[in-house]
């Protein structure tokens, strides 16, 4: 099964009397264009998505959405209440053993806890290996356990984002 953790697009500043509640918080007009880029830059990498899940935020239910329209419909998002903030990386990996072993999986959500989880499935442990908001990385399993992953790719958002500008050689 190959991974692929993708860090929501820039959101709107914090703001409790904007939004009270963090979840609701959207994302910023940049921040759709850059997730837009940045999903094109990863389709090119990654045509073969099965499945996209993402925390219930409404900042990457906004990045899951703009990826799905790139997918031109073969993946809808479904939210994952175990990627929202503060979730648990476990419960993640519980949902991951149901997918089959040939899936590829869009999973888009926050830090830290994107970071943990790849920390998880690269060291067996929830070490943070850090994603920039629009980054994303590719991790290749056998099994959704931990320690079980093998690093495929890491981009920051900007060489995601030039991915989508390059012409195709077919």
């Known amino acids: 099964m190959r991974i692929i ?32 880029r940045a999903a094109r ?11 996209v899940l993402t925390s219930p935020a409404l900042r990457a239910l906004a990045t899951a959405e703009v990826l799905a ?4 419909g073969a993946a809808r998002p479904e939210a994952l ?8 990386w476990r419960e993640t990996l519980k949902a991951l053993a149901q997918e089959p072993a040939d899936a590829t ?13 790849a920390g998880v499935l690269l060291f067996g442990a929830p070490t943070a ?13 056998d099994a959704a356990e931990a320690g ?6 890491l981009l920051p958002p900007n060489p995601l984002r030039r991915l989508a500008r390059k012409k195709s050689k077919a």
């Open 81 to 88: 209440a175990s990627l929202a903030p503060g979730g648990s």
């Open 5 to 36: 953790l993708f860090r929501h697009a820039p959101a709107e500043a914090r703001d409790a009397q904007r939004w009270p509640d963090d979840l609701v918080r959207p994302l910023t007009s940049r921040g759709e264009s850059r997730g837009r």
């Open 41 to 51: 830059g990863l389709l090119r990498l990654e045509s073969g998505v099965t499945r």
């Open 105 to 117: 999986v869009v999973l888009v959500g926050h830090e830290p806890d994107l970071g943990k989880l």
């Open 69 to 72: 329209r790139e997918l031109d």
């Open 148 to 153: 079980a992953g093998r690093l495929r790719w």
């Open 129 to 141: 290996m850090p994603l920039k908001k629009a980054g994303a990385c590719a991790i290749d399993v």
